[in-house]
């Protein structure tokens, strides 16, 4: 099977696009790539290549499918190029792509765990025990490529407009607490805050 990253490359070249190729950078995400005059875009590639460990990872067979790990420095890297940054994780054993935003990777609940590793010295390597379903899945990466334009021309709404918790995230059930706000708490938090 092709790697995901070379998947990639043949992609926006059959596409005529313009992108930059750092997946040999330890520092930076693996693709920059130019969707048009204005915008681009930033992401890890990464690939589900087998089963996890049910044991060492403390998972059911029920999660294991959905299961993915990523590096807590991946994640954080991610983080470094918002707002216009996430991942696209291909999935080789059940088929498909996830695409998770860097609002969905903040956002989403996930295990974060120190994973033991013995190099030249001993040491912990930060990882992050993530729910794929928690991703937006394509089926293809023209739907990738469409969700990185769908992110980027709703980006105000999430940034700056939505109220509510944003997301809707496997594991999770947001509930309600907290005083009814009415129409004079918010004068109230305006005269008070500005």
Not at 143 to 162: A, C, G, P, S, T
Request: net charge neutral.
């Amino acid at each position: 099977m092709q790697s995901f990253e070379q998947e990639i490359k043949t992609f926006f070249q059959a596409l005529n696009l313009e992108y930059k190729d750092n997946s040999s950078s330890f520092k930076r995400l693996d693709f920059t790539v130019k969707l048009d005059q204005h915008w681009q875009f930033h992401f890890d590639a990464k690939e589900k290549r087998q089963h996890y460990n049910l044991r060492n990872w403390q998972i059911t067979a029920e999660q294991e499918p959905h299961t993915f790990i990523i590096d807590d420095l991946a994640a954080r890297k991610v983080l470094a190029y918002a707002p216009y940054a996430g991942m696209v994780v291909r999935d080789n054993l059940l088929g498909g792509y996830y695409f998770f935003s860097v609002l969905d990777l903040f956002l989403m609940p996930k295990t974060r765990v120190n994973r033991p590793i013995h190099k030249e010295q001993k040491g912990l390597k930060g990882k992050w025990v993530i729910d794929l379903r928690n991703g937006h899945k394509c089926s293809t990466m023209e739907n990738v490529l469409d969700m990185f334009r769908k992110y980027i021309e709703k980006r105000e709404d999430f940034f700056l407009n939505i109220l509510e918790c944003f997301g809707d995230y496997q594991g999770e059930n947001i509930g309600e607490r907290g005083e009814v706000r009415r129409a004079g708490h918010w004068d109230i938090d305006v005269k008070e805050t500005r």
